[in-house]
């Protein structure tokens, strides 16, 4: 068994896929538009989906399942400030001085999600 998508629940599907369509450089499906109830941002095999489906109630609590994404083209503070240029907010910094560590960002619809440092910086 493989994961299809990962489905995230929001108010907007199409402008929360824009998002994360220029966080990951993956397209939003063409067979999605403004104002559809689900649409995709569509990953390169073998990896899953990401599936926005509109819901009526708006977020209440911290997720209890996100993604943790290592950045494969740039250092984890780089991919940090760029995600905050795309509308991404810090929640919380784990960087420690020594350079471990990781960042919580929230999406534009208040979704946790982590950024950690590349292989890379884990092998420097």
Do not use: Y
């Amino acid at each position: 068994m493989m994961p299809r998508h990962v489905t995230v629940d929001c108010a907007d599907p199409f402008e929360l896929a824009r998002f994360w369509s220029e966080a990951t450089g993956w397209p939003v499906s063409d067979e999605d538009q403004p104002g559809d109830d689900e649409v995709l941002v569509e990953a390169p095999a073998p990896l899953p989906g990401l599936l926005f489906i509109r819901v009526p109630e708006p977020k209440a609590v911290k997720n209890r399942v996100h993604l943790d994404w290592a950045p494969t083209e740039r250092t984890r503070d780089d991919e940090v400030a760029r995600l905050l240029g795309l509308g991404a907010t810090l929640h919380e910094d784990h960087r420690t001085p020594e350079g471990p560590g990781w960042v919580t960002l929230l999406d534009p619809e208040g979704n946790e999600f982590c950024i950690e440092r590349g292989a890379a910086e884990r092998a420097g």
